[in-house]
Nanobody, 118 residues
Framework: QVQLVESGGGLVQPGGSLRLSCAAS????????MSWYRQAPGKERELVAS????????YYTNSVKGRFTIARDNAKNTVFLQMNGLKPEDTAVYYC???????????WGQGTQVTVSS
């Protein structure tokens, strides 16, 4: 049974930092394209960052480039999203997703709330 469990969210002031974690079980993160999505109230879920399985190539949406970093720790079977310089517009529920050849629709985690406010 595949499980993706996000953690690390919380309330932070503008300019602050958070590190989100996505701990996987039932799959190997190194064999999947791992992504972070977010969904703000009243908005569609959007892709924030991803890292491919084979090359480790990363992608970031324009609004987070230079501020967020996605990384994978194969030994811990965990994917991280380091978020620096947080802005109020980064407030959202952040979700982890794993997509692979055997799971083209992917697996989702339950999400973790990030709130950026003074």
């Amino acid at each position: 049974q595949v499980q993706l469990v996000e953690s690390g969210g919380g309330l932070v002031q503008p300019g602050g930092s958070l590190r989100l974690s996505c701990a996987a079980s039932g799959l190997t993160v190194g064999a999947y394209t791992m992504s972070w999505y977010r969904q703000a109230p009243g908005k569609e879920r959007e892709l924030v960052a991803s890292i491919t399985s084979t090359t480790g190539m990363t992608y970031y949406t324009n609004s987070v480039k230079g501020r967020f970093t996605i990384a994978r720790d194969n030994a811990k079977n965990t994917v991280f999203l380091q978020m620096n310089g947080l802005k109020p517009e980064d407030t959202a529920v952040y979700y982890c997703k794993a997509v692979g050849i055997t799971a083209p629709r992917g697996y989702w985690g339950q999400g973790t709330q990030v709130t950026v406010s003074s």
